[in-house]
T-cell receptor
Framework: AQSVTQLGSHVSVSEGALVLLRCNYSSSVPPYLFWYVQYPNQGLQLLLKYTSAATLVKGINGFEAEFKKSETSFHLTKPSAHMSDAAEYFCAILHGGSQGNLIFGKGTKLSVKP | DVKVTQSSRYLVKRTGEKVFLECVQDMDHENMFWYRQDPGLGLRLIYFSYDVKMKEKGDIPEGYSVSREKKERFSLILESASTNQTSMYLC????????????FGSGTRLTVV
């Protein structure tokens, strides 16, 4: 069975600092992995996805994530945080054997200090 | 711009009421999903549908039912609302295989009093 674990329910960084949000996965088949962002009182928006092409995936708003099979990780990074990045971030994995179910992590809330 | 539209952003209902949450997508997506989101618990799948008139239970279907009479519309029904169903409800849709990811609606924050 597939699963994802997000390490840290809250992360706080200063404006301009590196953002690193951690996601580890468990999968018996090559995984499809996703990162979503949720701004307050809104739905989730797709940031980026890994579908077995390039291991370094670039997304919107300057975010990127690197698929590392040896570490079973798909961490989300951004070189320089902006105040507007404050939101909740969710890692997700495609449920193997389904035609479309995603399994979500519990989320990491990112705070950005001025 | 592709859209998933949820009929209400905020809803307040009384215990025991039958509640309908509506979701419409304009992208001709085969798959549609209902999640509830609670602090510390992330997103939990209630029901999903891969086709018209088709429905499958997710992880927490108890107290809920769904209807998909048309491809673009997926309704979530709370048969008899209870206070523990107070939550944020999120609808999403995707193409078959979901490699493109889900598109989410803006959510309905339901309060049951």
């Amino acid at each position: 069975a597939q699963s994802v674990t997000q390490l840290g329910s809250h992360v706080s960084v200063s404006e301009g600092a590196l953002v690193l949000l951690r996601c580890n996965y468990s999968s018996s088949v090559p995984p499809y992995l996703f990162w979503y962002v949720q701004y307050p009182n809104q739905g989730l928006q797709l940031l980026l996805k890994y579908t077995s092409a390039a291991t370094l995936v670039k997304g919107i708003n300057g975010f990127e994530a690197e698929f590392k099979k040896s570490e079973t990780s798909f961490h989300l990074t951004k070189p320089s945080a902006h105040m507007s990045d404050a939101a909740e971030y969710f890692c997700a994995i495609l449920h193997g054997g389904s035609q479309g179910n995603l399994i979500f992590g519990k989320g990491t809330k990112l705070s950005v200090k001025p | 711009d592709v859209k998933v539209t949820q009929s209400s952003r905020y809803l307040v209902k009384r215990t025991g009421e039958k509640v309908f949450l509506e979701c419409v997508q304009d992208m001709d997506h085969e798959n549609m999903f209902w999640y509830r989101q609670d602090p510390g618990l992330g997103l939990r799948l209630i029901y999903f549908s891969y086709d018209v008139k088709m429905k499958e239970k997710g992880d927490i279907p108890e107290g809920y039912s769904v209807s998909r009479e048309k491809k673009e519309r997926f309704s979530l029904i709370l048969e008899s609302a209870s206070t523990n169903q107070t939550s944020m409800y999120l609808c999403a849709s995707s193409l078959w295989g979901v490699q493109g990811g889900y598109t989410f609606g803006s959510g309905t924050r339901l309060t049951v009093v």
